[in-house]
């Protein structure tokens, strides 16, 4: 089936409001992920944990992500069902696990095992509203997913700014967030499915096979792979590189003043995932996201150099990461769309997910000792060798094409 509709802006039909609420139930859901890091220096403060159970707390949610996407990627979940309920339910079980948090005991075991399950179960908000947006245009395919991922980088920074708005008090950022994936799950029930969405009509676990087979799907993966070396590690860590940086140039309030710049540097480029977007529809997918990366790469070494100095200066530097740290990601998910089987869209995304996600696993967690072990602006030179790798990929996945 061709693609009628015009590609940008959308057409003032139901695929403008289906898309349109699908963006705002990501932002809502997807305000979960980044609670702990946001909310961390009061529940220290509170009640005195350790680094070790601070980057718990943050990488559970990646675990669970990861665990969470392998079982919906090998059961095609997302391609046998509604993904539209899929979504629901996966919503609500985060929103669920992140209330919790209000009732069990600061930075112990089961804190972190709900942050684990938040994380599993929006293995079922995220790649799912992916499968439900591409299946609403294949033209503009590269805008229509820049969208989504603009939503979700949104609703990952907005724990920031709600902590910022609410000063020392911890519970209410999870209380607002929790509320917030509630509604944004349900949400998604008022939303359609667009004319291109194609339902697997058993299941085939099989078709996962298609990452190692199909050499298009390859790049597009190890593309993903080298961008998300360094993208969960500087969303989790860049308010504590912010207040370090900012404090030893010897600002009043760096706390404060980290929080504002790590939203300014997560939301704007949410963002610009969008007119990315745009211009990967007529560029080429593959060249706008090695685009990205090759400024993503400079910014962060930037960041490095001007760590400790100007307060200006290193705002500057690290919100330019920010802004070009994110769009690219969006472009690997719709090449995956793009050169998959349609039935098995759902799965290879989720799948996708599953192994960069598994990776920042790592990265999140190793990002803070390795601080610690060789200062911040060492380990922000090596987090910005990540997009080195993905540049390369694209080379080769531009040749191939």
């Not at 079922?124 to 245009?137: D, E, L, N, R």
């Amino acid at each position: 089936m061709q693609d009628q509709t015009p590609q940008h802006p959308l057409t003032p039909t139901g695929k403008t409001r289906s898309v349109a609420l699908l963006c705002v139930a990501e932002i809502a859901a997807m305000s979960l992920w980044f609670v702990s890091a946001a909310v961390l220096p009061e529940m220290t403060a509170e009640a005195g944990l350790s680094n070790a159970r601070g980057a718990a707390l943050s990488t559970a949610v990646q675990i669970g992500f990861v665990i969470g996407a392998l079982g919906f990627a090998v059961l095609g979940l997302a391609d046998r069902f509604d993904p539209r309920r899929v979504f629901l339910f996966s919503g609500l079980i985060a929103a669920a696990a992140n209330g919790l948090l209000l009732v069990t005991p600061i930075g112990g075991a089961g804190q972190i095992a709900l942050r684990c399950v938040t994380g599993a179960a929006l293995a079922g908000v995220y790649p799912v509203g992916m499968k439900i947006v591409v299946g609403w245009g294949l033209k503009d395919r590269g805008f229509l997913v820049g969208l989504l991922v603009g939503a979700l980088t949104l609703g990952s920074a907005s724990p920031h700014l709600i902590a910022l708005l609410g000063g020392v008090d911890w519970r209410m950022t999870v209380a607002i967030a929790s509320l917030a994936s509630a509604l944004g799950a349900c949400l998604v029930l008022l939303i359609g499915l667009g004319p291109h969405h194609v339902r697997a009509p058993k299941f085939n676990p099989r078709v996962i096979a298609q990452a190692w087979t199909n050499r298009r799907v390859r790049l597009a993966y190890a593309g993903y792979l080298g961008h998300m070396w360094e993208l969960y590690a500087f969303w989790a860590w860049c308010a504590a590189i912010a207040a370090t940086s900012f404090g030893a140039a010897g600002l009043a309030s760096p706390e404060a003043a980290a929080r504002l710049t790590a939203f300014c540097a997560i939301a704007l480029g949410g963002l610009a995932c969008v007119p990315v977007g745009a211009l990967a529809d007529r560029i080429g997918k593959a060249r706008a996201a090695q685009a990205m990366m090759i400024v993503s790469a400079l910014a962060g070494l930037a960041s490095a150099l001007s760590f400790g100095g100007p307060v200006w200066l290193f705002a500057a530097a690290i919100i330019l990461w920010g802004v070009f740290i994110i769009p690219d990601s969006a472009q690997f998910s719709a090449l995956v769309a793009d050169a998959a089987d349609p039935a098995s869209v759902g799965s290879l995304m989720t799948f996708q997910t599953a192994l960069g996600f598994a990776l920042t696993a790592i990265t999140v967690q190793a990002t803070p000792m390795l601080a610690g072990a060789v200062g911040w602006p060492a380990t922000m030179a090596v987090m910005a060798l990540g997009p080195l790798f993905g540049i390369e990929a694209m080379r080769r996945l531009i040749r191939h094409t």
